[in-house]
């Protein structure tokens, strides 16, 4: 077994962090302030770089490269802006990836190219206002009308909605069915009659990622934007979360390592009674414990990344890895914001957006609740 | 068109040094590598000279162990097209001439029109390797660079020097060039950059094979400074301040009468 990053990955590691700390971490702190998302920073430059199709085929503009590289790139840009993270990682595994695994070849080419190339931004819809954890409770739905599908229903919560150009939205079509059978996955694009956005959400935490409702009223998509066959949208829904998994865990992962790295930086600095707080064993102890679980969640991370990659069966790696990294970035910036104490509180530092960012990868995503489910049911079958 | 940009695998500056157990170099062990920061500029410089003429072939060139090699990948995703690996193991041990002669042999017959290095590295700092490199070659060195443009077989290169002035030299190729950091903005390696970067050639080659000089001056000894006494912080207005430092350089200095 070999631990080692590989020269490509360590280079990826490099040119990821060098930009996030150049570019991408000055405006963080306004840009959140502001529940600012700035597009050209934000995703354009990602594209350039050619990170907005990290896994995919040349042939599609990707470049190729595997999931544990991805899970770099998504892990340095939260570093110092959580919200970068998941503008890329909602991108790339909600929307490009579900389009690269059940898209024809006529679908790939003319929807996964600009995503991968970084010229369209993706977003994904399947959450309602009474279908969360309980994705199968879809109201959404598609008739057929000649060579058309006709969609009514709203989405909400969706990342990078208002912004993006492509979507991959799940609806019912076919009202008979029960639950978590007759769903289908289907590619709408912004600007298709019928398709608007609502609400914009006001948040604790990724204020500089948006989060939109999405609003379809008699919207028409051709019969050729169904992705995948009729009837198999939780299939799609579903293998498309377990890869958006790693993208999340990758983004708490590297929120925890933002936040592990204030806090030692600061420990070694602040003085109290004649010292720094760095050689105060309790304080010690509190860092040995956060620089633990981050390290067991990277590598619990890499686990999930490498099965992706290798085309091993990863969900319940990706549902750890998903529980763990979330978790421990919870943890970890909370007890950041009280090593960093008094100024830690306050907004001049990063901990206290990095704890408020840290949250939500507890809940999207698939809850913490829905991860262990998914093991559970997994070992107990 | 051929280029050739040389480069160096230096630590981060940022690390925690020791001295190493002959007392003659820092320890090599639990460091982060990095390229050079000065050669950066030099691989962007070369990078944007081969993107500027159609037909130009560019090579980076690195001393050292097998490690250096992951930072020659950096220059490769940056546009370099090949690299030359020049394996030493003990590079520490090795003075200026000796760096610049092997290079100088490597260079002798490949005919480059431009050759890019560092103004210095970051860690032994001599700032000789570039301007004994063109000695050796007989061509000409422009050093410490902070503007350069190329036309025709000619450059154009602003020097950097004391006092924020600058000073515009103008020579034709086959020339050298040593790199002030500032020169240019090096580019983020892309990721489609950095997965071609394995399929382009790396050879190596000893450093026995190109090393034909002796060494004329080697390193006695590395230290840390020794810590002296604090200085003295002087508060007040300029008028009084200066009074009293005239009186501390007269009693405690031998500086003024």
């Known amino acids: 077994m070999n631990f080692e990053l590989n020269e490509e990955q360590s280079l990826i590691r490099e040119m990821v962090r060098n930009f996030a700390e150049t570019e991408i971490a000055p405006s963080a702190r306004e840009r959140d302030e502001e529940e600012r998302f700035d597009r050209t920073l934000m995703f354009d430059k990602l594209g350039e770089l050619g990170l907005t199709g990290i896994v995919f085929p040349e042939k599609y503009g990707g470049a190729e490269a595997d999931y544990i590289s991805y899970a770099i790139a998504v892990e340095e840009l939260s570093r110092v802006c959580a919200s970068t993270g998941v503008t890329l990682s909602a991108h790339l595994s909600l929307c490009a990836n579900p389009i690269y695994l059940f898209g024809t070849?006529?679908?790939?080419?003319?929807?996964?190219?600009?995503?991968?190339?970084?010229?369209?931004?993706?977003?994904?819809?399947?959450?309602?206002?009474?279908?969360?954890?309980?994705?199968?409770?879809?109201?959404?739905?598609?008739?057929?009308?000649?060579?058309?599908?006709?969609?009514?229903?709203?989405?909400?919560?969706?990342?990078?909605?208002?912004?993006?150009?492509?979507?991959?939205?799940?609806?019912?079509?076919?009202?008979?069915?029960?639950?978590?059978?007759?769903?289908?996955?289907?590619?709408?694009?912004?600007?298709?009659?019928?398709?608007?956005?609502?609400?914009?959400?006001?948040?604790?935490?990724i204020r500089s990622s948006p989060?939109?409702?999405?609003?379809?009223?008699?919207?028409?998509?051709?019969?050729?934007?169904?992705?995948?066959?009729?009837?198999?949208?939780?299939?799609?829904?579903?293998?498309?979360?377990?890869?958006?998994?790693?993208?999340?865990?990758?983004?708490?992962?590297?929120i925890a390592q933002g936040a592990l790295d204030?806090?030692?930086?600061?420990?070694?600095?602040?003085?109290?009674?004649?010292?720094?707080?760095?050689?105060?064993?309790?304080?010690?102890?509190?860092?040995?414990?956060?620089?633990?679980q981050v390290e067991a969640s990277r590598l619990m991370v890499y686990l999930a990344a490498y099965k992706a990659s290798a085309g091993l069966s990863y969900s319940q790696s990706s549902a750890m890895a998903k529980l763990m990294a979330s978790e421990t970035a919870m943890k970890v910036t909370t007890q950041a914001v009280q090593i960093l104490g008094g100024y830690g509180y306050t907004r001049d530092f990063p901990v206290e957006r990095m704890m408020r960012d840290a949250k939500i990868t507890e809940i999207y995503e698939g809850t913490s609740e829905i991860q262990r489910l998914v093991i559970g049911s997994a070992l107990t079958r | 068109m051929k280029i050739l940009v040389c480069i160096k695998q230096v630590p981060d500056m940022e690390s925690k040094f020791k001295i190493d157990s002959a007392g003659t170099w820092y320890d090599h062990a639990d460091l982060a590598w990095r390229m050079n920061e000065y050669d950066e500029y030099g691989v962007e410089q070369a990078v944007q000279v081969k993107e500027q003429v159609a037909d130009a072939d560019l090579t980076v060139l690195c001393?050292?162990?097998?490690?250096?090699?992951?930072?020659?990948?950096?220059?490769?995703?940056?546009?370099?097209?090949?690299?030359?690996?020049?394996?030493?193991?003990?590079?520490?041990?090795?003075?200026?001439?000796?760096?610049?002669?092997?290079?100088?042999?490597?260079?002798?017959?490949?005919?480059?029109?431009?050759?890019?290095?560092?103004?210095?590295?970051?860690?032994?700092?001599?700032?000789q390797v570039g301007v004994l490199v063109a000695e050796i070659l007989s061509i000409p060195s422009v050093t410490t660079i902070v503007d350069f443009d190329y036309a025709d077989g000619a450059v154009n290169a602003k020097r950097e020097l004391e006092g924020g002035i600058r000073s515009l030299v103008s020579v034709k190729t086959p020339a050298l060039f040593t790199c002030q950091l500032?020169?240019?903005?090096?580019?983020?390696?892309?990721?489609?950059?950095?997965?071609?970067?394995?399929?382009?050639?790396?050879?190596?080659?000893?450093?026995?094979?190109?090393?034909?000089?002796?060494?004329?001056?080697?390193?006695?000894?590395?230290?840390?400074?020794?810590?002296?006494?604090?200085?003295?912080?002087?508060?007040?207005?300029?008028?009084?301040?200066?009074?009293?430092?005239?009186?501390?350089?007269?009693?405690?200095?031998?500086?003024?009468?």
């Open chain 1, 211 to 254: 989060t939109v409702e999405l609003v379809f009223e008699n919207c028409r998509i051709p019969t050729t934007n169904m992705l995948g066959e009729e009837g198999s949208g939780f299939k799609v829904a579903m293998k498309t979360l377990d890869g958006g998994r790693i993208g999340i865990a990758s983004q708490a992962l590297g």
């Open chain 1, 105 to 205: 070849e006529d679908q790939r080419q003319q929807f996964l190219t600009p995503l991968a190339q970084g010229k369209k931004l993706g977003a994904f819809g399947l959450t309602e206002p009474s279908a969360g954890s309980d994705a199968g409770g879809t109201k959404t739905t598609a008739v057929k009308d000649g060579d058309a599908w006709v969609l009514n229903g709203t989405k909400i919560f969706i990342t990078n909605a208002g912004d993006a150009e492509t979507y991959v939205i799940l609806a019912r079509t076919d009202k008979e069915a029960q639950k978590h059978h007759g769903i289908s996955a289907f590619i709408v694009e912004k600007g298709t009659p019928g398709f608007s956005f609502g609400k914009k959400e006001q948040k604790l935490g």
């Open chain 2, 63 to 127: 001393i050292g162990s097998e490690k250096v090699k992951e930072t020659m990948k950096k220059a490769l995703a940056m546009g370099c097209d090949r690299g030359v690996h020049v394996a030493e193991d003990n590079l520490s041990s090795r003075e200026p001439y000796e760096i610049a002669a092997i290079i100088a042999e490597f260079a002798s017959d490949k005919g480059f029109d431009l050759i890019f290095t560092g103004m210095q590295s970051q860690d032994r700092g001599s700032a």
């Open chain 2, 182 to 257: 500032g020169l240019n903005t090096p580019r983020y390696p892309t990721l489609p950059n950095i997965m071609k970067a394995k399929r382009k050639e790396l050879i190596s080659i000893p450093s026995e094979d190109l090393l034909k000089i002796e060494p004329r001056q080697q390193t006695e000894k590395i230290y840390f400074p020794e810590k002296k006494g604090g200085g003295l912080v002087l508060e007040g207005d300029a008028s009084d301040l200066a009074d009293k430092v005239i009186q501390i350089l007269k009693e405690k200095t031998g500086v003024l009468a």
């Open chain 1, 262 to 292: 204030e806090a030692v930086a600061y420990a070694k600095e602040r003085k109290q009674f004649n010292t720094p707080i760095a050689n105060f064993q309790g304080v010690q102890f509190q860092l040995a414990d956060m620089a633990t």
